[in-house]
């Protein structure tokens, strides 16, 4: 079980053992599947890229969910450069796998939110390609 | 488009046009999925039932739950009875179409949050016989 320093296993941290409910308490808030999305379908690692959405998501929302996706083992973090250190994030199986309910939420945005865009054929389906 | 009393029109709340994101700003809490999880898989329709659930939702934020979901269009809210009136609580097919959804989180969760519960075969997939 993955171990958070802040909350101690997720176990502590669960409202019930109902599948539905312990998913929640990781990625159950406005912020942290936008994270996710952005990662997955726009192929996004850095911080600087991160930031940069049309959700003008604040920095330190965005710090805490990192953190957060680290801690849940949703995300991992590696240096990409020294003198400075850089980070970069990338997804884990554990992260590529929120990817059939990341296009759930955009089937049904799409079929009940009046104006939502349409991704294209496939665009759901596939690792980014630059 | 709906009309949400409190916050204008739908899109007036949206943080941008991507689905994922507006989806998120319908249902993007800790909370709001466990209602429609207990009326879709339990086919609890009054407040009494709902306010009974292992997570412990406080009442507050289930009722106010209840009225986003209403002014979403999600949830109907019908009177049941007269003197005093009481409600009940259904799932329009905008709630019903929220399955897929649910389903998909419980995958994850019983894939990667040890100690889960799996539903029994086919219990995601069926209208709720008491």
Avoid at 57 to 80: C, F, H, S, W
Avoid at 86 to 111: C, F, H, M, S
């Amino acid at each position: 079980m993955a171990k958070n320093k802040a909350y101690g296993t997720e176990k502590d941290c669960l409202r019930s053992m109902c599948p539905v409910s312990s998913v929640l308490d990781i990625v159950g808030d406005k912020w942290t599947i936008l994270v996710v999305r952005d990662m997955l379908l726009l192929g996004k690692r850095l911080y600087s890229e991160l930031i940069d959405s049309p959700e003008n998501i604040p920095t330190n929302i965005l710090a805490d969910r990192l953190k957060r996706l680290e801690a849940a083992g949703v995300i991992e973090k590696q240096p990409y450069q020294d003198k400075p250190v850089r980070y970069e994030y990338r997804l884990t199986q554990k992260g590529e796998d929120l990817r059939p309910l990341i296009k759930e939420l955009a089937v049904w945005g799409n079929k009940y939110i009046e104006g939502t865009m349409v991704p294209p054929e496939g665009f759901m389906d596939k690792p980014y390609q630059p």
